[in-house]
T-cell receptor
């Protein structure tokens, strides 16, 4: 069974540009979450999608947005990039719908974004 | 509100020595607690989880953690460190529903041969 696939793995952008990152979850998983990982802040929750609906949202500005398609694939977009947006963006999928979490988040290898 | 604090951003142990990685949580409700491991250039992998069953939780690769409500702690231990244990370890807490996790800032474990 294929794991969580994130594309692109590495990208370089300049301030003011926008970027779109893609995530394909494990087949059958309907929940997709996004996290930003930086050396000083650790992992910070961006948002979670389930059945094409945003179910939870972290404390990030509106420049960060996402969506989920009917096949559970997800994209996140960052507009008007800032230097501080440089980070590893991790996508995680889960087979879980509602109810108590099992902790079974399956992570991709991430998309490393560098903003110059 | 839920949060976790990991004491010590870097821990070094000798091969064969005890591994102890500390995590304290803050939660307004009974928490679900987790430890994840991240190897270089990889995503995170679940080590173990506490979901209000047994307070001593056993995970993969010989790791275990004990939930102590009185100390609001969930420290990760392994009796004997192996070179392959060198990685970044993250403690996490979540609400009782959904998949919104709050991660600690991580502890980098170095194993000295």
């Amino acid at each position: 069974k294929a794991g969580v696939t994130q594309t692109p793995r590495y990208l370089i952008k300049t301030r003011g540009q926008q970027v779109t990152l893609s995530c394909s979850p494990i087949s059958g998983h309907r929940s997709v979450s996004w996290y930003q990982q930086t050396p000083g802040q650790g992992l910070q929750f961006l948002f979670e999608y389930f059945s094409e609906t945003q179910r939870n949202k972290g404390n990030f500005p509106g420049r960060f947005s996402g969506r989920q398609f009917s096949n559970s694939r997800s994209e996140m977009n960052v507009s008007t990039l800032e230097l501080g947006d440089s980070a590893l963006y991790l996508c995680a999928s889960s087979p879980l719908g509602g109810g108590p979490p099992t902790g079974e988040l399956f992570f991709g290898e991430g998309s490393r974004l560098t903003v110059l | 509100a839920q949060s976790v604090t990991q004491l010590g951003s870097h821990v070094s142990v000798s091969e064969g020595a005890l591994v102890l990685l500390r995590c304290n949580y803050s939660s307004s409700v009974p928490p679900y607690l987790f430890w994840y491991v991240q190897y270089p250039n990889q995503g995170l992998q679940l080590l173990l989880k506490y979901t209000s069953a047994a307070t001593l939780v056993k995970g993969i690769n010989g790791f275990e953690a004990e939930f102590k409500k009185s100390e609001t702690s969930f420290h990760l231990t392994k009796p004997s460190a192996h070179m392959s244990d060198a990685a970044e370890y993250f403690c996490a807490v979540t609400k009782n529903t959904g998949n919104q996790f709050y991660f600690g800032t991580g502890t980098s474990l170095t194993v000295i041969p």
